[in-house]
């Protein structure tokens, strides 16, 4: 079985700042779609409100990545990852997802009800890859600052 190895376009293909009390991206490749909910107290007042929260989309193949990133300490984020079928949007259950940084995996677990949560992501540089019975379907290199 030949493995399917993805196209490396950039060192990173998103650079994420946890800088003081707000989740900001820095930098993004031009494939992934980037949204930034505001709470709702940002929409009724004056006052700045920051966001907690980015929600980062990019297509892998066959597959649509959702990565909810949300920072939850001074120099942590939670990192939701949710994964369906490009074409019939069915979640998709039987991937595996693994978190690596520096050549060490730190995780590495099966997607349940299409999605899965890394918790308590600290800075460096990470990669994340989607694997389907050893086949790596995509990944995405990012780096948390």
């Known amino acids: 079985m ?8 950039s060192l990173f293909d998103i650079v994420l700042d946890l800088n003081q009390d707000y989740v900001r991206v820095d930098y993004c490749t031009n494939d992934i779609n980037v949204f930034t909910p505001l709470p709702a107290a940002g929409l009724r007042s004056d006052k700045i409100v920051n966001p907690e929260m980015v929600i980062l989309e990019k297509s892998l193949g066959e597959i649509d990545v959702e990565l909810f990133i949300e920072k939850v300490a001074d120099n942590l984020c939670n990192i ?3 994964v369906d079928n490009l074409k019939t949007k069915v ?8 978190l690596i940084s520096e050549g060490k995996e730190l995780i590495s677990s099966l997607f349940e009800d299409g999605e899965t949560i890394l ?3 600290s800075t ?3 990669t994340i890859k989607i694997q389907k ?8 290199t990012l780096k948390v600052q």
């Open 2 to 9: 030949k493995m399917r190895v993805p196209e490396k376009r």
């Open 80 to 82: 939701r990852v949710g």
């Open 91 to 98: 979640l998709m259950n039987t991937l595996r997802i693994e």
């Open 119 to 121: 918790e308590d992501i």
């Open 124 to 126: 460096g540089r990470f």
């Open 133 to 140: 019975k050893g086949e790596v379907l995509g990944e995405v």
